[in-house]
């Protein structure tokens, strides 16, 4: 069985930094893309960013780039999302989903197979 387990969120004022964590088990996440989303209250769930199987291909969300990293370490099963210059809108829950067939692209849509159960974010003063 995949279980992808979320860490990392919490509360920080605006212009903190936060690192999300993504552990996967019962899938080894080698050759596979990761994606990560976010959702609020009200709002549509959104692609933040995501990474291919080889890690060559990397997107963003316009409204993340240069503010977010997405990083893996395939030897600890392990998908990354550096936060920085974090802003209330910011706020939301953050999910990471792994697609079950291995591909070196990668996509911000939400066709992924597998979902973590996700971890709060949020940016207050």
């Known amino acids: 069985q995949v279980r992808l387990v979320e860490s990392g969120g919490e509360l920080v004022q605006p212009g903190g930094s936060l690192r999300l964590s993504c552990e996967a088990s019962g899938l080894n996440l080698n050759y596979h893309a990761i994606g990560w989303f976010r959702q609020s209250p009200g709002k549509w769930r959104e692609g933040v960013s995501c990474i291919g199987g080889s890690g060559q291909v990397i997107k963003y969300a316009e409204f993340v780039v240069g503010r977010f990293i997405i990083s893996r370490d395939d030897s600890k099963n392990t998908v990354f999302l550096e936060m920085n210059s974090l802003k209330p809108e910011d706020t939301a829950n953050y999910y990471c989903?792994?697609?079950?067939?291995?591909?070196?692209?990668?996509?911000?849509?939400?066709?992924?197979?597998?979902w973590g159960q996700g971890t709060q974010v949020t940016i207050s003063s």
């Open positions: 989903a792994v697609e079950e067939v291995s591909s070196d692209t990668c996509g911000l849509d939400d066709e992924y197979d597998y």
